[in-house]
C-alpha cells in the first residue's frame, strides 16, 4: 500500500500496517509532522465530546496511546492530567474520567492561579504528546519494520489502471506502485481525490498556535478556559492555542501569579482539515477500488487508535465498527 501523508495520521497507520506485516510506502511533499501536525496543541483526553461517531474513538485515545508508549519505549507523551473551567458559577457535568473539583482542590493542582475557579472539570487520565516527536517516532518504526519512506516527495495524482483499480500514486520523482492507497493528506486530500471523481468534503481551518516564555513550573496540569488552552513544553516555555497573541498574554499574565514576564516567542497558523460535519473520514471509497481516505481535525487525539484500526481493515480484512460512523459514504 502507498500511504500519502506522513502526518501523525498517516504515519500512525504506515507504523501499524508495516507491523502488521504489509509491504508500506509511505510518502510526503516535507518531513515527518511538519505540516498541520506541527500546529496542533496535541491534547489528548476525551474531555468535553460525548457524542457523535468519533466519541467512542476519542473515549479510547488515552489507552490507545499507553499501548503505543509500551510499543514504542520514551515516546514524547506526558500524562499531566487536564483542568477545564468557564466563568459560571454553576458546578460544570463530568464526563467519563473526569471529577468535578472545588477551589481547594484546583489550588493545589494549579497552585500559580491567581484565583482559582468555584468549580473545574478534572481529567487526571488526559495528557498531551510531542506531536512532531511522536510523528519521528512513529515513522522510524515503521521503517524499522521494512516501510519505504519517501520525503521531500509531492505527489501529484493517484494512478489507476483502464478497470479503475488503483496501481499506486505518481510524484514529483516518479511512479510508487501500490493496489492500495491512503489518502491521509490533512486539506490537500480534496486535491487529490477530485481528479478521480471523489469529494472530499474537507475545508481549512484556521489554528493558532502561539509558543510563550514562561518561568519553569508555570503550569502543571493541560489548562483549558474560555481564553485559552495552555500547557508546559519545556522548562521555560508554554504552547497556547487562542485566537490572538496580545489578549492570550493579558489573559495568562492575570490568570497565574509570576506571569508578569511571560512573552510571545512565536506564532504558527496551520490549517486544521474539517470536514462537512466535523467528525472524521475515514474508510475505503466504494466507486473508486483501492482508495481509502483518513482525514478529520482531531489528528493527534485519534491517530494512535485511527492507525491501528485502519491497519486491521486494510491488512487482515476486517471491518471496524469503531469506525462505522467516519465512512465517507456518509456525504
Avoid at 500546529?39 to 503505543?68: C, N
Avoid at 501500490?178 to 489554528?207: F, I, K, N, Y
Avoid at 474508510?283 to 482531531?298: D, I, K, N, Q, R
Wanted: proline fraction near 8%; aromatic fraction near 4%; include cysteine.
Amino acid at each position: 500500500m502507498v500511504v500519502v501523508g506522513a502526518g501523525i495520521v498517516g504515519a500512525s497507520v504506515a507504523y501499524h500496517a508495516a507491523r502488521a506485516g504489509a509491504a508500506v510506502t509511505l510518502v510526503d511533499a516535507g518531513r515527518p509532522g511538519a505540516g498541520v501536525t506541527a500546529d496542533s496543541f496535541a491534547w489528548v483526553g476525551a474531555s468535553g465530546v460525548r457524542k457523535g461517531p468519533a466519541a467512542g474513538l476519542r473515549a479510547t485515545a488515552t489507552a490507545e496511546y499507553h499501548r503505543l508508549g509500551a510499543e514504542l519505549p520514551g515516546l514524547p507523551v506526558t500524562w499531566s492530567g487536564s483542568l477545564s473551567w468557564t466563568r459560571e458559577g454553576s458546578a460544570p457535568d463530568a464526563g467519563p474520567g473526569q471529577t468535578i473539583v472545588d477551589a481547594a482542590t484546583v489550588a493545589t493542582l494549579e497552585p500559580t492561579l491567581r484565583q482559582p475557579p468555584e468549580w473545574a472539570v478534572w481529567a487526571p487520565g488526559d495528557g498531551a504528546v510531542d506531536s512532531v516527536g511522536v510523528t519521528e517516532r512513529l515513522v522510524a518504526a515503521a521503517r524499522t519494520h521494512g516501510a519505504r519512506v519517501h520525503l521531500d516527495t509531492p505527489v501529484t495524482a493517484v494512478r489507476r489502471d483502464t478497470a479503475g483499480q488503483i496501481t499506486g500514486v505518481e510524484t514529483a520523482a516518479g511512479p510508487l506502485s501500490g493496489a492500495t492507497v491512503v489518502l491521509a493528506a490533512g486539506v490537500a486530500t480534496a486535491a487529490l481525490g477530485a481528479p478521480l471523481g471523489v469529494r472530499v468534503p474537507v475545508e481549512p481551518s484556521p489554528s493558532p498556535l502561539f509558543r510563550l516564555r514562561a518561568p519553569a513550573g508555570l503550569v502543571r496540569t493541560v489548562v483549558n478556559t474560555e481564553d485559552f488552552d495552555l500547557r508546559q513544553v519545556a522548562a521555560d516555555q508554554l504552547i497556547a492555542a487562542a485566537d490572538s497573541p496580545e489578549r492570550t498574554l493579558a489573559a495568562v499574565r492575570s490568570t497565574f501569579h509570576g506571569a508578569g514576564s511571560v512573552e510571545l516567542l512565536s506564532t504558527r497558523l496551520g490549517a486544521r482539515p474539517m470536514p462537512a460535519d466535523g467528525e472524521p473520514i475515514v474508510g475505503p471509497v466504494a466507486e473508486v477500488p483501492g482508495l481509502y481516505l483518513a482525514v478529520m481535525h482531531s489528528a493527534v487525539t485519534l491517530a494512535a487508535a485511527v492507525g491501528r484500526l485502519v491497519a486491521r481493515e486494510l491488512v487482515d480484512g476486517t471491518v471496524e465498527s469503531a469506525l462505522s460512523g467516519c465512512r465517507p459514504d456518509r456525504f
